[in-house]
């Protein structure tokens, strides 16, 4: 199931002190294509913080972002993230990171795509003003 039909779903009832949560199972966020080998994962407010995130080597492939959800009440947040290689069956392996945030919201960051796009972006702009 996608997140954003997950998140459709009625929540209903106020937290209180000490309430358990309901955690979802792994939603599907969206797909990577042709991820690089480092992934930065991390608050986007301070991605030149190495305390605000973590990155993570991975063999280089197409990816599928999920994450699982949890409750309380009416009071609904991302509990865990995972990156899973197209193809492959989900298995424990050792936690990769741990990630803050103080904007409500995670980056996660292909560092070569993003050096592509700015190259490639670099070179348009360039192309439009020069000719």
């Known amino acids: 199931m996608r997140i954003d039909q997950f998140l459709q779903r009625e929540f209903a009832g106020s937290p209180t002190k000490g309430m358990p949560g309901a955690e979802s199972g792994w939603l599907d966020i969206c797909f990577l294509p042709g991820a690089g080998q480092k992934v930065y994962f991390g608050d986007p407010l301070h991605t030149l913080r190495p305390v605000s995130g973590f990155k993570?080597?991975?063999?280089?492939?197409?990816?599928?972002?999920?994450?699982?959800?949890?409750?309380?009440?009416?009071?609904?947040?991302?509990?865990?993230?995972?990156?899973?290689r197209?193809?492959?069956?989900?298995?424990?392996?050792?936690?990769?990171?741990?990630?803050?945030t103080d904007s409500a919201t995670i980056l996660i960051l292909d560092h070569q795509a993003l050096a592509r796009r700015i190259r490639t972006e670099a070179e348009e702009f360039k192309n439009r003003v020069i000719h």
Do not use: F, T
């Open 56 to 84: 993570v080597r991975l063999p280089k492939g197409d990816y599928g972002l999920q994450a699982k959800v949890i409750a309380y009440g009416h009071d609904i947040r991302v509990s865990r993230l995972r990156l899973l």
């Open 86 to 100: 197209n193809g492959a069956m989900p298995r424990l392996s050792r936690k990769a990171g741990e990630v803050r």
